[in-house]
Each structure stands twice: as structure tokens, then as C-alpha cells.
């Protein structure tokens, strides 16, 4: 009589089969993700016309006053301040953070995870008091980029109807601005602070939740702006070294 021995696999075949199968479910769902994602975000949305293709509306007024804000954290670079934009940003901290030049400290603590939390913040804390400025401008804190050339985008700006510029997405419905660096007018932070207390849900990222503090898919208030790319990025243990750069568009035209 012939009987049949089920034999079992070795433990090494087993645990190759188990990782290929992990390896393989795991590389799925990170695609999968990636795909879902890039169906919604969508920067530099072909339909929002670019800041220097803009027909100018009016002649820039002489004089454009602007203020330029950053966050920072004790993962910031320690030198980025021998930069002029970095050096004329106000630089927003965390309550407890320990690095120097910090100009206002926030009343609590952030991470990646919280930078909603911080933009909302700083905005209330902009809110309480009179708008001043015609522009404000968000720039990250690893972003290297001359005066001049946000100096000329602004005399652009100020001459059309764009509200805000930076590279435009589309995601939850509204239109928002990448966030190596956006710049908006008066009228949209005037906008912002008539919607203090904020009590919507916050995104997970910072320029989406500002976008939402918008609310807008009115295109004639967006416009696109060429914005860094990452130049060099480096990974430590405990410091983070970015340099960005912005190529402008005007110098070439």
C-alpha cells in the first residue's frame, strides 16, 4: 500500500518565502500609495497661469513693504542666517527650543507631524495684530534665495491680481501653495484672520492646511511660481544640511 509523507519545508525556504512576501506586499502598498496620492496632488496645476506670464493690471506702487517668516527647530541648520532672506525672516520656535536667534517662541511644541498646528499659530499670533505689510511670505528654513529675486517677484505680483503664488496643487477641494516658499497678499491674511478661532480639521502638511485657511478654487487668485528644488540634502544623526535654490524666471526674460 503506498501512503503519502507530507514533508516540510525547510525553516530557511519558510522565512525567504515570508520576507519575499512582505518585501513584495510592502513595495505594493508604498506604490499603490505613491499612485493614489499623485491623483490629487498635482503641483504646478497647468490651468493656474504663471507669475511672469501674468498682463500686468496696474503699475507696482514705488514702494512694497513684505514680511518674510520661517519656522525653525533645533534641527535647523546652525548657518543659514549668513543668508539675507534667512536673515531678515522673523523665525518662529518652539516653546522649548533651545536654538539661538529664535525672535518670537511659539506656546508650545511642534514635530513633522504638528506643522498645521504651527502655521495656525503663527498666523493667530500675526492676526492680533494690524496687517502692515502688502506681502507675507512663507519661506522654509533650508531655503537659500537672494532679496533681489523675491524683491522682483513681489513688483510683479503687486501689479496683478494674483493673491497668492507659489507652486500650485490641488488637493481636498481647494487650491494651496508648496511650501518651500509662498507669498500672499495683505487681503488673504486679512481673509485668514476673519476665520480665528480655526476649528476645521488640520491636514497633515502645512501648505495644504493654509490652503484650506483659504478655501478658494477661484483660479485668478493663484499663480504659479518656479519654486526650489532641492540642490543638495543630507541626512545626519542629529543635523539636517538643505540647500535650495530658486531659479528666477525674470532674470532670463
Known sequence: ????????????????????????????????????????????????????????????????????????????????????????????????????????????NYNVDTLSAKLVDVLELMCKEPVKTDFYVKIDDGLIMPDSMLEDALRVMAATDCQVAGGIAKNYGVYWPLGQIYIFKRTILERICARFPVTMDLSASEDITFGKLVNSTDQSMFCNMETPKNHWYRRYKDRRVRIDYLNNKAMRR
Open 1 to 108: 500500500m503506498l501512503s503519502l509523507v507530507r514533508h516540510k519545508p525547510p525553516f530557511k525556504v519558510v522565512g525567504v518565502l515570508v520576507v519575499l512576501l512582505l518585501t513584495l506586499g510592502t513595495g505594493y502598498h508604498y506604490v499603490s500609495t505613491y499612485i493614489e496620492s499623485h491623483k490629487y496632488y498635482t503641483p504646478y496645476l497647468s490651468h493656474v497661469k504663471e507669475l511672469y506670464s501674468l498682463t500686468p493690471v496696474r503699475d507696482a506702487p514705488k514702494e512694497i513693504t513684505s514680511t518674510v517668516f520661517t519656522f525653525r527647530d533645533d534641527r535647523s541648520g546652525k548657518f543659514f542666517d549668513v543668508f539675507a532672506l534667512q536673515k531678515r525672516a522673523t523665525k518662529y520656535c518652539d516653546k522649548d527650543s533651545t536654538i539661538d536667534g529664535c525672535d518670537v517662541k511659539l506656546p508650545n
